[in-house]
Each structure stands twice: as structure tokens, then as C-alpha cells.
């Protein structure tokens, strides 16, 4: 039945409307009522740099089960769930909308004694976008936290004030990474003190580069880098060895002849054949299948979820106008202008005016 969602224009440009919806439900899917929707870079990135128009965005939500697909189990009609949706692709599995259909594979139950709503809707992109790099695209990747073993290497996080740089320290810590160097603007050094970073420094500052390389014990070398924001490399190639790896949370400007660089691609834990996004220059125009890491993923959420409120501390929160919908327009605009830092914008959908449902 028709609703409203955030529809994307074919300039790219975005607008609450009435969208088509009636959705059907196939094997392997949840229907969901949306609550609430956590604001990512690439809600308006997407359309505005890779092409993602005629759509509906949105990835991470919390939504009631309103109907649950063949073969699906360990979920039930009325339950809350947090999910990571598809994303780029067809407007049904976009969340910014009233209804959306999600992936069961990855949406999970979780405590709401242990985090908010609000809280949860938080967690997915950016988790699976900072362990996608430090997990399965880093070379050789970090031990996972259940392990029982601690690496004990240096790592270099640039922009680790960004959701997925926040995401990335607490990772590296579980990991036993030491030091945990990052880069940051100085109104945020000490919150990420406080997530496990070691050596907190300015990126603006000009000696930045001889900073870093000294943050570096002398018996120790920096190998393991992750530029959780765009930037040229070159800044990061100064200081990590040759040989080195270095994750990227968007894609590569250039090549780089010394270091093995990969960017990270959260959507691996959807684990789908047919995922087409050649703006991001994937090969083939194809994102690559990666079974075996889709499911390191999903095993860090389940493992990330149980320990809410024990050694993970979720994402902070911000909340805007209160008007649902609208409220991701208003963070577009603030995303834009870097006004939002070291925090997650989450807006409610029955706050939108307009809503049959708004309360």
C-alpha cells in the first residue's frame, strides 16, 4: 500500500513522498514497520557520487516484524528487530520509508534493557564497515576479539572521530592492538581516550606525519592502517612499512605501489551474487562475493550485541527537529557542513508530520 519515504530524485536530490510500497515478502525476508533510522554519509552519498537514484536509502534501522518470509526462523510477527539493510538497489529495501523488507540473515533481536532503540540503529553499517577492514581486508588481519589472542601491533586510524573510525578503535583494542594511533580534531580526543585509543592526534597538525612515526615504538613497526574518511593516501603511505595494509572506507583515488590497499565493503554480509554498484568501480561493476567474511560479520554483531554495556560502548546518539522523515534532511544538510562529529543522528518515523500513524 502506498506510504511515505525519502524518495531519490534522478538529479539525486531527496524528498518525503508518497511511494508505491506493497511489497512482497519472499523466502529469506522480514517485512518491517520502521521506528527509527540512524543517518549514514552514504544515505545522500550514494545517490549524489555512485549513481543510487530512483530509490529509497536508508541502511541502518529497528522496525516491528509485520511478516516474516518462507524459510525464516528465529523470528516472529510483532518482535523489534535491529537491521542492516540492502541499501543500494531497489526502493523496497531501503529503510527511510514507513515499510521496507530486510535480509533475516541480517537483522538480529536485542536487550532494550541493555540500549535504546535509538541506540541500536546505531550499530550495523559502520560495525560491519570497520571490521570488513580490520577483519577480512587487512593483510594479515586482526585476530577476532573471542579468540583468546592479542596481536600486540601498532595501527593507525585516521579519521577516527567518523562512526566507523569510533567503531574501529573499540576493535582494535579487542583485538590487543598496540599502540592504537588515531587522528582526530582536538574537541574529540578526549571521547576517543575514553573508546581505547593510545595516541590521539590532530590531523590538521602540520607535523602530523613525524608524530605518528614517533608514536611508534622502536621495537615495533606500523603495518596496519585503516583511513576511516576519504583522503589522498599519501599521508598514511608516509608512515606505514612498505609492504604494509591499509583499509579504506571509500574507494581509492589511485593505486598504491608500495602497500596493499583494499577498501572495505560492509555489504559482504549480505553475501548476494547479484549486487551491482559500478559506481564504486568494483571488478566488473559487481560487488565482490565474499561468503567466508559475510559471516565474520554477522559473528561480530551477535558477538558486539551481547556485550552492550560490558566492553562495548554503543555510539552516541543526537537527535534533531523531531520530525521523522524530515530529520534526515536536516542531517544531510549538516553532514555536509561537518557538523556532526563523534555522533550518529537518529530520527524516529512516527515523528513525521503528515504520518496516519504519527502519534
Avoid at 535509538?118 to 550499530?123: G, K, R, V
Avoid at 596493499?260 to 553475501?271: K, L, S
Amino acid at each position: 500500500m502506498p506510504h511515505k519515504g525519502l524518495w531519490v530524485n534522478e538529479d539525486a536530490t531527496q524528498e518525503v513522498k508518497d511511494v508505491p510500497g506493497d511489497y512482497k515478502v519472499v523466502a529469506g525476508d522480514l517485512l518491517l514497520k520502521t521506528i527509527c533510522v540512524a543517518v549514514n554519509p552514504g544515505d545522500y552519498g550514494h545517490p549524489e557520487k555512485f549513481g543510487a537514484i530512483n530509490t529509497i536509502e536508508g541502511f541502518d534501522a529497528v522496525g516491528e516484524i509485520v511478516e516474516v518470509g518462507d524459510g525464516v526462523t528465529g523470528f516472529k510477527v510483532g518482535q523489534k528487530v535491529l537491521t542492516f539493510t540492502r541499501g543500494i538497489g531497489p526502493a523496497k529495501y531501503g529503510a527511510s520509508q514507513e515499510y521496507f523488507l530486510a535480509l533475516a540473515a541480517s537483522s538480529w533481536l536485542f536487550d532494550e534493557e541493555r540500549m535504546s532503540q535509538e541506540q541500536a540503529a546505531t550499530i550495523p553499517l559502520t560495525l560491519c564497515t570497520a571490521c570488513d577492514g580490520l577483519y577480512n581486508k587487512m593483510r594479515p588481519p586482526l585476530p577476532l576479539p573471542w579468540s583468546g589472542t592479542r596481536c600486540d601491533w601498532p595501527i593507525l586510524l585516521w579519521g577516527a572521530s567518523s562512526q566507523v573510525g569510533i567503531q574501529a578503535i573499540q576493535f582494535s583494542k579487542f583485538s590487543g592492538c598496540s599502540p592504537i594511533i588515531v587522528t582526530a580534531s582536538p574537541k574529540q580526543h578526549q571521547y576517543l581516550q575514553s573508546l581505547g585509543a593510545d595516541v590521539v592526534l590532530d590531523y590538521k597538525d602540520k607535523n602530523v606525519v613525524d608524530k605518528i612515526r614517533n608514536a611508534v615504538p622502536d621495537n615495533k613497526t606500523l603495518r596496519h592502517a585503516f583511513a576511516c574518511v576519504d583522503l589522498d593516501i599519501a599521508l598514511i603511505e608516509a608512515v606505514v612499512e612498505k609492504g604494509g595494509s591499509i583499509s579504506l572506507a571509500l574507494p581509492p583515488m589511485r593505486p598504491s605501489l608500495k602497500h596493499h590497499v583494499e577498501m572495505v565493503t560492509a555489504g559482504v554480509i549480505h553475501d548476494q551474487e547479484d549486487f551491482n554498484a559500478p559506481g564504486f568501480n568494483f571488478v566488473g561493476g559487481v560487488e565482490p562475493r565474499d561468503t567466508a567474511g559475510g559471516k565474520t560479520l554477522s559473528d561480530l554483531m551477535v558477538w558486539t550485541l551481547a556485550e552492550v554495556g560490558k566492553k562495548y560502548q554503543v555510539p552516541r546518539v543526537r537527535r534533531l527537529s523531531g520530525r521523522g522523515l524530515y530529520d534526515a534532511l536536516e542531517a544531510y544538510e549538516l553532514m555536509r557542513k561537518n557538523e556532526i562529529s563523534a555522533e550518529k543522528v537518529v530520527w524516529r518515523m512516527e515523528e513525521t508530520p503528515g504520518l496516519e500513524s504519527a502519534v
